[in-house]
């Protein structure tokens, strides 16, 4: 079964940082497009990060030059490194990507289960 599964999450004092990871495991060829969103209590789920098929990596305003989103590709695997961390960037974490997979047309879309940032003043 292909899942996307996160970890990484956890609390930290304003300031600290923290590294998220998201492995594509399963049968899995390899990762066509990822995305970082978060979303908070009351609020939207919101993209934060991505590496988009082909194009650049892109970051929400309230998140350049302090994050950064990069990938392994011979892990299948794709991180969030989080700097400088506030506590306006407390929310669950969720990981989104297109993976090739076997005897499947195009590339489908999977979503991860999600995990907790909190960061405190």
């Known amino acids: 079964q292909v899942q996307l599964v996160e970890s990484g999450g956890g609390l930290v004092q304003a300031g600290g940082s923290l590294r998220l990871s998201c492995a594509a495991i399963?049968?899995?060829?390899?990762?066509?497009?990822v995305g970082w969103y978060r979303q908070a209590p009351g609020k939207q789920r919101e993209l934060v990060a991505g590496?988009?098929?082909?194009?650049?990596?892109n970051y929400a305003d309230s998140v350049k030059g302090r994050f950064t989103i990069s990938r392994d590709n011979a892990k299948n695997t794709v991180y969030l490194q989080m700097d400088s961390l506030k506590p306006e960037d407390t929310a669950v974490y969720y990981c989104?990507?297109?993976?090739?997979?076997?005897?499947?047309?195009?590339?489908?879309?999977?979503w991860g289960q999600g995990t907790q940032v909190t960061v405190s003043s």
């Open positions: 590496i988009p098929r082909g194009g650049p990596t």
């Open positions: 989104n990507a297109d993976l090739s997979v076997p005897l499947t047309a195009g590339y489908p879309n999977y």
């Open positions: 399963g049968r899995v060829f390899s990762i066509i497009a």
